[in-house]
């Protein structure tokens, strides 16, 4: 099973930016599509942005769209998620997952990070 690692979260101030990171050790993160997803309290996990294994733009879910980057490096088996203009209710634990696909959308995720929390709050 693909294990994935999430870092990067912290207490933002409203409108600063944040990068998150999910990393894979042990196998070729290159082969699959990685999505970010959120969860806050009380709430169900969203899917909030995709990338494919070859790249490229990415998706975003309207919530985040023209604020939230992702990007990949391969070489270095990372995805990232810039987010920019935080807002309050971006607080929430972040992870990233991956299924058998190469391509977006991820689909059913059968393999999630331990997710990292992001609090938006001044």
């Known amino acids: 099973q693909l294990q994935l690692v999430e870092s990067g979260g912290g207490l933002v101030q409203p409108g600063g930016s944040l990068r998150v990171s999910c990393a894979a050790s042990g196998f070729t993160l290159s082969y699959y599509a990685i999505g970010w997803y959120r969860q806050a309290p009380g709430k169900e996990r969203e899917g909030i942005s995709c990338i494919s294994a070859s790249g490229g733009s990415g998706n975003y879910a309207e919530s985040v769209k023209g604020r939230f980057l992702i990007s990949r490096d391969n070489a270095q088996n990372i995805v990232y998620l810039q987010m920019n203009s935080l807002k309050p209710e971006d607080t929430a634990v972040y992870y990233c997952?991956?299924?058998?696909?190469?391509?977006?959308?991820?689909?059913?995720?059968?393999?999630w990070g331990q997710g990292t929390q992001v609090t938006v709050s001044s």
């Open positions: 997952g991956a299924s058998e696909r190469s391509a977006c959308p991820v689909g059913r995720v059968t393999s």
